[in-house]
């Protein structure tokens, strides 16, 4: 039912590496809500004189109950399994979120999957953590339930941070995020939002114009408002950030139907084409919209580079 991995693309059987004190939860986006889970957890490690783990859940619930859910994921699996590791999670395990799982009782997650599977010292969760069939087990029931089969459960208290103005949580970034504001969502994050992908090949037609792009697909990422953003990429294995400006959304110009990052790299020549590049969204410029041409739109796209220069320089 589960599974240990290191990072997004390299599985490990569990059977490899168990046990430890885990953060759980769904850790989508690693916020600083997250990260106060995961200080917790560090504590209680410190106190068992075990490793840090984390555990997460594959693929998240919301998309196992909901299949035809809009997409809603702020980091991928990879960036996740990189930020938990960063946050000193020596491993992360993914526990299959599937039928099985979800008809599990309370009693039959904590025996069967955290001591039985997980081998967990202890595992530590927010305040609003939900487990078992109808989500009826609760951070409470957990710890009862660990006094039980022998592991030792905690809950971290709320966080709150004043610079995002209250709770912190995924579906407060998501909102900043529809609502053009990545500045908020990074306040809550701890670091810019970011899209990460493959470069795929497109029409080439910003090379025509003067403006060569990078196109990433949105996949399973929130969509934020579509527009133009200042943001600033990094390809894969190159510790260097470039500058840059992006629209973000279906290029509605040129009559585009994918939704897609499409950005312009200041100051960069090369070839990206196969290459995974994340590019971190960091202020809004203005919001997509349909130019009368390509010459109108060209002469937009420099205005927009000059705005995104002066608003990262």
Not at 95 to 115: Q, T
Not at 133 to 149: I, N
Not at 212 to 241: C, D, H, M
């Amino acid at each position: 039912m589960s599974e240990a991995f290191e990072t997004g693309d390299q599985h490990h059987s569990l059977h490899e590496g168990t046990g430890g004190v885990a953060a759980m939860g769904n850790f989508d986006g690693v916020h600083a809500g997250h990260r106060a889970v995961i200080a917790t957890a560090s504590e209680l490690a410190s106190r068992l004189s075990a490793p840090l783990v984390a555990a997460v859940f594959k693929p998240h619930p919301r998309r196992y109950f909901r299949p035809d859910t809009a997409p809603f994921r702020l980091m991928s699996d990879a960036q996740r399994a990189r930020a938990l590791k960063e946050a000193g999670c020596a491993r992360v395990y993914a526990i299959a979120f599937g039928p099985d799982l979800a008809a599990m009782s309370p009693e039959d997650f904590a025996r069967d999957v955290v001591a039985g599977e997980l081998k967990l010292d202890g595992v530590v969760t927010g305040p609003d953590f939900r487990f078992g069939k109808g989500r009826a087990g609760t951070a409470d029931d957990l710890k009862a339930l660990g006094g039980r089969h022998g592991f030792t459960a905690a809950t971290a208290p709320e966080f709150t941070a004043e610079a995002a103005g209250g709770k912190v949580s995924s579906t407060a970034i998501r909102e900043a995020l529809i609502a053009g504001d990545p500045v908020r969502a990074a306040s809550m994050l701890g670091r810019p939002w970011a899209v990460e992908g493959m470069v795929a090949r497109g029409d080439q037609r910003g090379r025509t114009l003067g403006f060569p792009t990078a196109n990433v697909s949105l996949g399973e990422y929130q969509r934020p408002k579509f527009g133009v953003y200042a943001v600033r990429a990094q390809i894969e294995g190159e510790k260097r950030l470039i500058a840059g400006v992006a629209n973000i959304g279906r290029r509605p110009t040129v009559d585009g139907t994918d939704e897609r990052v499409e950005a312009h790299l200041f100051d960069f020549e090369g070839d990206l084409y196969g290459r995974t590049l994340e590019v971190r969204v960091e202020r809004f410029i203005r919001e997509e919209r349909r130019f009368d041409g390509l010459d109108a739109l060209t002469a937009q796209i420099a205005k927009d580079s000059e705005v995104a220069r002066a608003l990262l320089a």
